[in-house]
């Protein structure tokens, strides 16, 4: 077992994830444990996993995270189709520096996750949650994001701080948002390319147009 590389545990009827469930298997690199009926993962359900770098728990009834701040290697977290509730859970990614990819589509999430030290975050997905603010300076140390999914949340304003610090950001989707208000250096990135803003409750082109970039395409 000690040099199992990937496991896969999808489709079963696994309901809870018991602490110290993964001891030993420290050469696992990808953990799938998506499609089953998980309600309650130990917080240190996750510990032993020393190598792993994908972890997919997706459609399962999670309302809090399991700890992955010792888990230094995972550049992929797949946590769509779940209950989350994150307020009484701070520092959820804690000590994720390879971070690249985060899905967290359909989850419940009523805010963006607190995202200060993944650096290196290049994709994120929280489409179909209850959002409905973006946090100034929520996108700070994430300079490298390229690609962010908010579509189908519950967003209304936007501001100039809304995603300073993403320097690298080239498609941000915002479709099916009650986008009332957008400031106007929102979306001032050199790097941006599309913004999709389908199905929003703006009401006039000029509130685009303050805003355009000359690179940028504009969906609607």
């Known amino acids: 077992m000690t040099k199992l590389f990937s496991l896969h545990l999808d489709g079963n009827k696994i309901k809870i994830l018991k602490k110290g469930a993964f001891e030993g298997l420290r050469s696992v690199k990808e ?17 032993g996993l020393q190598s792993v770098s994908l972890i997919t728990m997706q459609n399962n009834s999670l309302t809090t995270l399991p700890y ?16 989350f509730d994150l307020e009484n859970q ?9 971070l690249v ?39 700070l140390f994430n300079s490298k994001l390229e690609q962010l999914m908010m579509n189908s949340n519950n967003i ?42 389908i199905d929003t409750m703006l009401k006039h082109p000029l509130l685009i147009s303050t805003v355009s970039h000359p690179i940028i395409s504009f969906v609607l």
Request: no cysteine.
């Open 156 to 197: 209304e304003i936007l501001t100039n701080e809304s995603f300073t610090g993403a320097t690298s950001l080239e498609t941000i989707n915002l479709s099916d948002n009650p986008l009332k208000q957008i400031a106007h250096s929102t979306f001032f990135h050199e790097s941006l390319k599309t913004v999709f803003l």
């Open 68 to 83: 992955l701040g010792n888990l230094t290697q995972v550049t992929t977290v797949r946590f769509s189709f779940n209950m």
């Open 101 to 139: 990819i985060l899905s967290m589509h359909e989850a419940k999430l009523r805010r963006i996750p607190d995202l200060s030290q993944n650096p290196n975050l290049l994709y994120l997905f929280v489409s179909k949650n209850r959002i409905k603010y973006i946090k100034d300076g929520a996108f």
């Open 90 to 98: 701070t520092a959820v990614f804690t000590n994720l520096g390879e």
């Open 31 to 47: 953990l799938h444990v998506g499609n089953n009926l998980i309600h309650n993962a130990d917080f240190y359900s996750l510990n």
